[in-house]
């Protein structure tokens, strides 16, 4: 049930771009993004709710694709602020699964 | 402001003893979850609940045990029979309507003396 993401980690100089990607086993119904820094509670970034969508925010955006059962995560011209392990999620019933995880290093 | 509150901020548990992780919300959401994480790892769901006096297991709920008396609350034990509970806890909630967003509380580290 646990959704898969690619990479597992990377590494960017500020101002470079990255791409996390979230597989799903499963049906995707909804998409759900969150990063998480070190010792603290994930925060939410967004939620994509039908195939074909794409949200974003400042330069952090994402896509859907239901039919693959998949969704990306689009972080531009990256800043030191973005280091973090992101984690994409999806409801299955009453539950609740966290994607493997990312861990996202912005160096200067 | 709405949150939820997660305490300690750590916990030392001894062998063989039993320990209560305390959290509450004053969000009004129904459901509330509690998450295990590893160093490095991602979340595992330990337990859930979606209305008073109801709960579910999650992947990983032997060692656990949980109570939902009141909607506000939703303390989590860790008892002697968890053999390695060292681990970061953590608390969300929810609305009922699907999709919505988790909101965490700030966690609790525990470890072993």
């Known amino acids: 049930q646990q959704p898969v993401q690619s990479p597992q980690a990377v590494i960017l100089r500020e101002g470079e771009d990255a791409v996390i990607n979230c597989s799903s086993s499963k049906a995707l119904y909804s998409v759900h993004w969150y990063r998480q820094k070190h010792g603290e509670a994930p925060v939410f970034l967004m939620i994509?709710?039908?195939?074909?969508e794409q949200k974003g925010h400042d330069k952090i955006s994402a896509s859907f694709n239901e039919k693959k059962q998949q969704s990306s995560l689009y972080l531009t011209a990256s800043q030191l602020s973005y280091s973090g392990t992101y984690f994409c999620g999806t409801e299955a019933g009453n539950q609740f699964y966290f994607g493997t995880g990312t861990s996202l290093t912005v160096i200067p | 402001d709405g949150g939820i509150t997660q305490s300690p901020k750590y916990l030392f548990r001894k062998e063989g003893q039993n320990v209560t992780l305390s959290c509450e919300q004053n969000l009004n959401h129904d459901a509330m979850y509690w998450y295990r994480q590893d160093p490095g790892q991602g979340l595992r769901l330990i337990y859930y609940s979606q209305i008073v006096n109801d709960f579910q297991k999650g992947d990983i709920a032997e060692g656990y045990s949980v109570s939902r008396e009141k909607k506000e609350s939703f303390p989590l034990t860790v008892t002697s029979a968890q053999k390695n509970p060292t681990a970061f806890y953590l608390c969300a909630s929810t609305g009922t309507v699907v999709n919505q967003p988790q909101h965490f509380g700030d966690g609790t580290r525990l470890s072993i003396l």
């Open positions: 994509l709710l039908k195939g074909g």
